[in-house]
């Protein structure tokens, strides 16, 4: 439909009487009880004259319940794909909506808004320019801050709750759904406002916003970030963190390397020559007050992160959501490090970070990672903090298959290092074996196998085999020398992941009645049950499988 003759009826008609009044009769009742809808701070949305009202967007359903908040018609804008349909367009205008053309900067949209405004009607506009879910809010665009100053109307601030779950597929659930609206924000009228300055009102009502969503419960933004961990990826992380804009807090183990990292801002131990940005504030782990922050980063090894959640995992604020950096699985019972976290947290989400990312290189060249989290929310709200750190993230809520992935990185890494002594045919065959096989071990345990073929799982074992300050790979030639696996992380100065995890790997494998040999046989070499000769002479040889569920070669 030709979107002139919509803004001119918007502008000069206004919203059909009837057709308005007959709709909102039907639907506010329905609203009221199938929604079980509150509506709070109803006094702050003046009962005449204009008035814009700046709220978030999270489902379709938005501008009709937000409407229920005012005795009055309320114009909003919509986006113009909804006004291709005659009938559709005719009906959504007679409620008063009309349409924009989203980031094309749509003059004519804000002229039908100011029209509206300057009869003494009410505009709801969403500043962040389309429906954002879930997780927190998004990030407006400056057009509210525009019509503010140039309409010289007061700004309400509104947040709804609850209708991003009403809907799935076609179907309209019974679900709670809440509006809040705060005190009206008054700005002088200016002609023609420069975009700067139209920016800086619009950052002025936004936070008001989020102060309302907030109230309702709605998952705050990521302000402030703790990282437990002043490894190379822990300091890594909180680099990457801060050169993003947000406030670290980075947590060593001891007191001495506080006050080295305190005077010297450099980590030469674990990240030499990268500086410490001036937002990093560097304290002994236990002298952090986890209370303040949005964030909080466990970037341990994993048989440390039992001590660590004993420590901490109490003080970390329910409000929180929680990262786990480690590859590994934590002892004694080879739990999966989310899990675990999870268990030993009052964290409202967890996740847990793979790919190939090693520390040193995701600073320098930026890095693709993989992000798992069952909550969907918290997943694409840290996603967008990691891309605002320039990461590539990809989402998937199958976290067994990225944590398990990055055991099997680790584990395959080892078992080449390992046999590389009886060539490279050796090192390969042991390397695809033990991969293949904690690859059947995470599909036992609900892992999809697109996981392992992708960045968390063959992307990251390439980048392990490749890089030269590989700790499991210098782990494996260590283990191929005799050195007894207890004296591997004290020669490297680092832990090794893969020596600890092995064995849990294995007890798991035993467990599912998977037959894993190659796995089974380099737990043995890191356990000390068998020399290093005996490990590479066993790689190649046939097996006689027993009862247990075979385990085919990716």
């Known amino acids: 439909m030709n979107h002139e003759v919509l803004h001119r009826r918007a502008r000069e008609q206004g919203a059909n009487p009837f057709v308005y009044w007959l709709v909102r009769a039907f639907f506010q009742p329905f609203f009221n009880t199938y929604f079980r809808m509150s509506r709070i701070g109803r006094e702050h949305i003046p009962a005449e004259g204009p008035v814009i ?33 005659p009938i559709v367009a005719w009906f959504l205008n007679a409620l008063g909506a009309f349409p924009v053309n989203r980031g094309m900067g749509d003059t004519e949209m804000i002229e039908t808004a100011k029209a509206i405004l300057a009869r003494g009607d009410i505009v709801l506009i969403f500043p962040e320019g389309t429906r954002t879910r879930p997780g927190s809010l998004g990030k ?44 009206p924000l008054r700005f002088p009228q200016v002609e023609g406002p420069s975009p700067a300055l139209a920016g800086a009102v619009t950052a002025r009502i936004w936070p008001c916003v989020l102060l309302q969503w907030e109230w309702l419960g709605g998952l705050p933004p990521i302000r402030r970030a703790a990282v437990i961990g002043a490894g190379s990826w822990g300091t890594s992380l909180a680099v990457t963190l801060a050169r993003a804009g947000f406030e670290v807090d980075l947590g060593c183990r001891t007191h001495e390397q506080a006050v080295e990292l305190q005077e010297t801002r450099h980590n030469e131990r674990y990240l030499p020559g990268v500086e410490l940005p001036d937002t990093v504030k560097v304290m002994r782990a236990a002298e952090l007050e986890l209370g303040g922050n949005d964030l909080v980063c466990l970037a341990v090894p994993s048989k440390a992160l039992p001590a660590v959640l004993a420590a ?44 190939p990312s090693h520390a040193a290189g995701v600073l320098e060249w930026g890095a693709s990672v993989v992000l798992a989290s069952l909550d969907e929310g918290f997943a694409r709200q840290l996603a967008d903090v990691l891309r605002a750190a320039n990461l590539d993230v990809t989402i998937t809520n199958d976290v067994t298959g990225v944590e398990l992935a990055g055991c099997a990185k680790n584990a395959a890494a080892l078992a080449a290092a390992a046999a590389a002594g009886a060539g490279p045919n050796v090192a390969g065959a042991a390397a695809g074996k033990v991969f293949a096989e904690v690859d059947s071990l995470a599909r036992a345990q609900g892992g999809r196998p697109e996981t392992f073929s992708g960045l968390a799982g063959a992307g990251d074992l390439v980048a392990t085999v490749v890089a030269s300050e590989s700790r499991n790979r210098r782990a494996g030639e260590l283990l191929a020398q005799g050195m007894p696996a207890d004296q591997i992380a004290p020669a490297l100065g680092h832990a090794a992941e893969a020596v600890d995890c092995v064995p849990l790997l294995a007890a798991a494998a035993r467990n599912a009645r998977l037959d894993t040999p190659a796995l089974d046989g380099l737990a043995a070499l890191v356990e000390g049950r068998i020399e290093p000769e005996q490990w590479t002479e066993t790689v190649t040889q046939p097996t006689v499988r027993g009862r247990k569920r075979t385990v085919r070669a990716a």
Request: aromatic share 6%.
């Open 312 to 355: 901490y995992g109490e003080k970390i604020p329910r409000r929180a959501g929680l990262l786990v950096l480690s590859k590994g699985l934590v002892p004694p019972l080879g739990t999966l490090p989310s899990a675990f976290a999870s268990e030993r947290s009052r964290a409202r989400a967890v996740g847990a970070l793979g790919g």
């Open 53 to 85: 009202v700046a709220a978030n967007h999270r489902s379709f359903l938005d501008p009709f319940v937000i409407a229920t908040m005012a005795r009055r018609p309320m114009y909003y804008v919509a986006k113009e794909e909804l006004f291709r349909k």
């Open 140 to 183: 407006p665009h400056r057009g509210v801050g525009r019509l503010a100053l140039e309409s010289g109307a007061p700004v309400v601030p509104v947040a709804v709750i609850g209708t991003e779950s009403v809907r799935r597929g076609w179907r309209i659930r019974p679900h709670k759904v809440r509006i809040r609206a705060g005190r």
